[in-house]
Nanobody, 120 residues
Framework: QVQLVQSGGGLVQAGGSLRLSCTASGSIFRINVMGWYRQAPGKQRELVAAISRGGSTNYADSVKGRFTISRDNAKNTVYLQMNSLKPEDTAVYYC??????????????WGQGTQVTVSS
């Protein structure tokens, strides 16, 4: 059984920094794309950043220059370094992984979510 377990997050003042981590475990053959999404109250879940197995990245325009996504393939872990945080970054953040478990096709898996709150 595959699990994505997140850590990090919390409450920070505007201009501060936080780091999120997400580790995949279980019978994993290969992890393709890993990413971070967020969902603010009353809004749809949106992509924040994604990273391919080879390290190619893409970011939402709203976080470019402030957030950095990275991954450690040996540890099946993805990180999101968030700097210069703004109140509008407040949301529940979810990690996501497109991965192959065992000998089957790839599926999408989600972490449990973690609250990030930025106070003004």
């Amino acid at each position: 059984q595959v699990q994505l377990v997140q850590s990090g997050g919390g409450l920070v003042q505007a201009g501060g920094s936080l780091r999120l981590s997400c580790t995949a475990s279980g019978s994993i053959f290969r992890i393709n794309v890993m990413g971070w999404y967020r969902q603010a109250p009353g809004k749809q879940r949106e992509l924040v950043a994604a990273i391919s197995r080879g390290g190619s990245t893409n970011y939402a325009d709203s976080v470019k220059g402030r957030f950095t996504i990275s991954r450690d393939n040996a540890k099946n872990t993805v990180y999101l370094q968030m700097n210069s945080l703004k109140p509008e970054d407040t949301a529940v953040y979810y990690c996501n992984a497109d991965l192959v478990a065992g000998t089957g096709p790839s599926y999408n898996y989600w972490g449990q979510g973690t609250q990030v709150t930025v106070s003004s």
